[in-house]
């Protein structure tokens, strides 16, 4: 299992920051590290921002929130990763337009490239987070064009990697932009009471908004207090990526058209037809994969039942604290149903095997509980190669699949009586397209620089001497 | 739904106290508003206890207990309750058994009379939490007798109410102890590494402990380094809490000798048998009631499907931060599964209806989604009186269900298009036994005080001046 | 007595921020309510920030401030006000000139009008604090010139009130500019290792570095590392605040060529030839009055002693936490030397009276232990106008002295045998110079919004609305 | 200088907890690290307690402390000392007495001894302070005598060491007493409104408290609400501890009859007319040495000034933080006025040398100040010896002047132009008695139990294994 990616949400209409809050809450699995509210308001013509590290509901609450009063908010929540400098979003500047602040999903491959030019054309930087380098680009074409639809139009032409943006100015205008590939989700909506755009549908819901559709690839949405209009900029070649569907994102999600749950349910039946085991049971690791699980029964006739209770009170806390023994907290993490499991021939789904000692642990613990065999079924194909469009996989040798054969990963990482992956072909039949970023199962990349990186680090040995940004010194 | 109760843990065996921290963690469902563990170390002689407010993982970690050193330790977590004075558990009192330390999970009935009768003889009390009138009374009979059989044995015949009690003292004795009808759980095992004993079995599952059997009502276990004795002090009436069956206990715990999700499967095919709803799907509200949903699918037929998805971030802190507006959680909690109850008739179950408030907003959010029916089951009968032994309900008048038909509870409560309650003898039959304690749908209870506590309640208009303890001025 | 003003420090040389942290410990008198430190790095040409509320040794230490690398770094601490919207410092802007960060000593008359129209010129405003009016002028005029010199040019001629400014760019250049009064003060020096600007030598001197001097009112100093020139951009008219020299100041530094110990002991000296009182003793409130009533002593030949002695340990905290009571708070911050008081007829010296209510307490206490006569000295006269150039003064209604003859204080306010205070000839004298603003005892403002200001203040019958700044709505 | 010391406070009266937290203001010099209140009240008849780490004025406030209800409360503030295991005072146990909570300051010798004790009777651990060893043995003596003051003689018999204790009960009694040769200090008085106990009487000042006297050494006092006795227990030997006048206590105290201040100023007379010095100016370190420079300055004619001034922002916290490097922390410290020492010779004057390091570095800062001549005296004499009463000096290696010459001392430690110290002599003229405890400048203790600890430690070649108690294993 992988951690990663980011939220934002954009709300105009009274109050917005509340909604911008509500929306965060829903948003949450996306990020669990950082998270930050900006308001703009437009009686006294000011910005209010609050930022802090933690969960939403630990940093903000409907009381702190008040004083970030207005018609115009922007939310982020952040994933967390070791040791990372990054500070929270939104990130703002004071001029022009009378103050920006944006937020970020997603991952600039070039970064260190455009934070060089940026820096020889007179831009500070007080942090090591992407959301910066978008921001000050954005400032910098603002400045040579006069022109904020040419200067998005530009920074697509620049900046290479994923990013999904929501930005606020104090001109009260609010922009939500996609990279050309669509790598992270952005979508939009409204009811009777505002207008909202989301990393994700399911923080519409929350709020009773009706969603209208995603942001395209490489296209704009600028939204104001009288409306909202959507500009294509750059041609788009739609790369949604595929771990969003297998993991991250919400399962009442509709990304790119495509229902999550649904997405999952379709893959667990492809696989039930695919790979037939002799078994007694099928239980998913959730919750990720309960959807997953259920297509496989479906198409199985093997019954589907929850063999694994997860501790719904082990939160990103726990894990911080105690990640020098990631094992030890796989067994505190998920209780096993005995009766479920004992004597029987379990088949087990999860949802990718990226470093492999959680997967060993959860065979062991069915094992010592007295499961006669054990058989996995892991929903991704085997990941061979580093994403450097947000996922946080960043060097070659963490990886329990590269230069592995299945037996292999079996054998040293996973002990189960068989082991099974997905296949690409899969992923297009469960997704019903061929229009998905799949880099991290093929180590070929749609963007010129990722292939760049990719090289480096091969040349590299796989090594990374920064587990964060690898491609940089 | 209701939150309450406690859980404890003891252990004998080389670091104990890490043990005792992994069963908290697994127990942190009994009680998410504060915690501790104290030690005692034979090398030095001394105890070392750590107690704070939180969850098990903000105030404890691997790091942070590791001054509690020594082979014996008993944990504690504590339910949260709003205004109440309750310190963290254990309790201790520095003489004599070169000291002692209790945690307790019940409720005293005669709290108040005890408490008047320890102060008479020289007791001095420091907290609020009934606990120390445990140990005291404990302490004082021990005193009186100078035999610590005899002085738990006059404790049962004193103390009125549930308590299932585990307590250590400096000559490394640990003693087990549950009232005579056995309300609350406790049971004991041991592996080759160390003796456990628990409020739930599922504590010894964490820590790959074989379940030997529940403390029996009225009945005390004694353990040493050299094993463990039971005794039985005092003639048992077992009335394990329904409630624990219902909605408390772990699924995968076994209680009393009946595995709790057994129990609500069991009771779910019952209601499917006996409330026959024309329906498309039924849902259950997670996780509580996911095995009786289950139960109530396979028995009439109607595909089960998890229409409702809980947020997994929105912990203790955010209620607590927001219990002014309860309902404005309740949209934040569940997203609602659209292609499950659009345009669809769909049963909702769930565990109970104490206050209503939550129910009536779960049937809003789902006809907001499109549902064309809404029917809701309740497992639990209606609950028309307090509860004396341990569940936070205090008083008459905040029950729904009190002196109203159940067509009231649905108008004015509820808003479903029928609603359904299981009855009384529906839990004997999952049970396959009557020996549970049924006062909440009853109003008689099995113990004196409670009973002369219920008929003060009554007088006084089924009002209550203090939202813990009523029965205290 | 009066908590106000803020405090500076600029450093360039090897590990900066170090040498910028023990310049604002000893600046700690200056401001208890935030602090912060940005630094400037060559290598990652990166600026590093920290900042928070509390003193600097609670936010800051020598740990948590390594990663503020680089070889150059400004600080700042920053006045206690209630109930302030004020933001710790540096604040920054991230364009242009590779970003700047400023920290700033004084207040901005003409706040509002400034803010409006750099809102008009696209810029956007993240807090109320007037640094951020200076920084984004500072911007606005250097896009309009491209030229620094010319931009701070323009600032000192449009920005009304007291401003001693330090100033450091992604460019590697320090500023340090004060504004045409010289209201504030501002000093810089070297040594070997390092160059340094300060509101205060003292900050100078705790670093062992040489005092070279003021920037002059109306000067800009620029430094590199190369070396430092200074500029004189506006013609000056010194007019140093005489609170400085009273109250707010080190008794070590040196401000404007005037040390503030030798000013208080001439002080001293005056009133003690001026107001000739039959006394058994000289008492001051402790510290700054102390040098002053050691000239009083010399010149009177009544004897010194240090008849208060005050508590070391009552901070910033028990006065925030106990602001409600103020009057408990002076009987906890002075302990009375009864054998010095006792029988004894006691001239008691104080820097200033504002409220009058800590005043009116120390008589009563001085009583309370025996005094027989209790005869008051103040060393500034009356104060009977508000300060808008940084003194936390800001009504007229609040002022003792505000349309009160010295017997009418006395009788109202005080309580002593006899009450005097100091002329406005006598602080001249002590200052050898007239180059002092002495705006609060007179009424009289040397810029023109400070007038306007004042008219408006008074025509409203000297109310405010608005606690710190009152000419704002 | 050394830190050390504890303070305690008992109050008879309305409200009682308050008075008690204005008391513990006062005495916070006596110690930073921890404080805390317990009250008993009579209505609920039960104890409250608040404790914590941090200055009184960080843990408590007239707010938080409103709980603390009832007219009978004690205080305690505790000394800072670094890697102790000291848990905040009150200790408390539940029974007898209807508990009792107790404060202590001192230092128990045969701490070891009592503690092995007390556990073979029963009694158990929760901290290492030797608090808990004073309360369990007054407790054991009370069970088996069933009479409070021949418990507390027979303390007075078995305990070694130095106890200045202030105990509440909930039978509504307080008692105070004094180890028999009345190490540390504690006086008792009233007004009409109540009745207090404290370490100094300078926290019966604070509250407007007439002094009545000292608890003798050997003596008990009891109160409530109908008034007070005192019982002399045991044989007096008075040997009040030298270091409360030299340095802990605070100047307006009245310790055993004796003024603090007095004392210091006859000490400065006397070594005034002892070491005559050709010097320009004698200055204190302040706050301690204040008045002994003055004694000084009158008797040689050297005029007295301020020639360092101390921050007075630089609390616990900072030297917390930073005990790795204490030399850097005594520049930020002081600021050296440089008008008082340029050019001149200076006579500095401070209370002890420990380890050394203070006042090499202070004589380093005057000669960068330009001083011509560093002179210092020392107001004690040299420190040859551990003690065991509750200073702490723990071993002899760490002492500058054991087994060394003052040139020897001078040239490796302090670096003066000339080192003068202060001989028992002194000692006893400006105390103007003999009843003094010398031991550390002997290396002879009047207990038995001390000589024996001092012997171990010469023989274990002056190591210690434990900074806080070398004593112990």
Sequence with gaps: MIRDSCGVV?????????????????????????????????KDRMFKTKKGYGLVTEVLDFENIKPLVGSFAIGHVRYPTVGSHGEPQPVEINY??????????????????????????????????????????????????????????NLMNIVDG????????????????????????????????MF??????????????????????????????????????????QNSCVFEYIYFAHPESIIDGIEVKTFRERLGKILGKKHKIE??????????SNPTARGYSKESGIPYKEGLIKNQY???????????????????????????????????IDDSIVR??????????????????????????????PCFYGINITSYNELAAYNKT????????????????????????????????????TGEYPTQKANELSNELKQNGGKTGNGNRPWEE
């Design 10 to 42: 954009g709300v105009i209409g009274k109050n917005a920051s509340k909604y911008v809050y509500r929306g965060m809450i829903t948003l949450q699995h996306r990020g669990q590290d950082s998270c930050g509210i900006s308001s703009y308001d437009s």
């Design 96 to 153: 022009p337009m009378q103050g920006i602040v944006l937020a970020h999903n997603g991952n600039i491959a070039n970064y260190k490239e455009l934070k060089r030019e940026l820096i020889r054309n007179e831009f500070g930087f007080g942090t090591e987070i992407d959301a910066e380098v978008l921001l000050f680009t954005f400032v910098h074409e603002l400045m040579r064009t006069y022109n904020d639809i040419n200067a998005i139009t």
């Design 162 to 193: 994923s990013y999904s943006v929501v930005m606020l100015t104090g001109k009260e205008k609010m922009y939500a932009f996609r990279d050309p590939h669509g790598f992270k989700p952005l979508v939009y909506g409204k009811n009777d009471d």
């Design 196 to 237: 909202m755009i989301a990393s994700e549908s399911a923080a519409l819901d929350t709020n009773n908004i009706k969603l209208l559709g995603d942001i395209p690839p490489g296209g704009l949405l600028v939204a104001d207090m009288n409306g909202y209009h959507i500009h294509q900029l750059i041609e788009p070649h």
């Design 279 to 288: 078994a007694d049971v099928v239980c998913p690791v959730p919750y990720s």
């Design 314 to 348: 082990m939160g990103r806390t726990f894990i911080k604290k105690t990640q020098e023994d990631r094992e030890r907290a796989v067994s505190l993490k998920y209780n096993i149903v005995k009766s479920v499991v004992k004597d029987k021939r379990v088949i087990i």
């Design 356 to 385: 492999g000692t959680t997967m060993k642990k959860i065979v062991k613990l069915l094992r010592d509980n007295g499961a006669k065999e054990v058989h996995v079924i892991i929903s991704m194909p085997p990941i061979i190669a």
């Design 406 to 441: 299945i037996d292999e990963i079996n054998k040293e990482m996973v002990g189960a009586d068989s082991l099974h992956f997905a296949e690409i072909e899969d992923l297009y039949n469960a997704a019903g397209t061929h229009k998905l970023c799949i880099s991290c199962l």
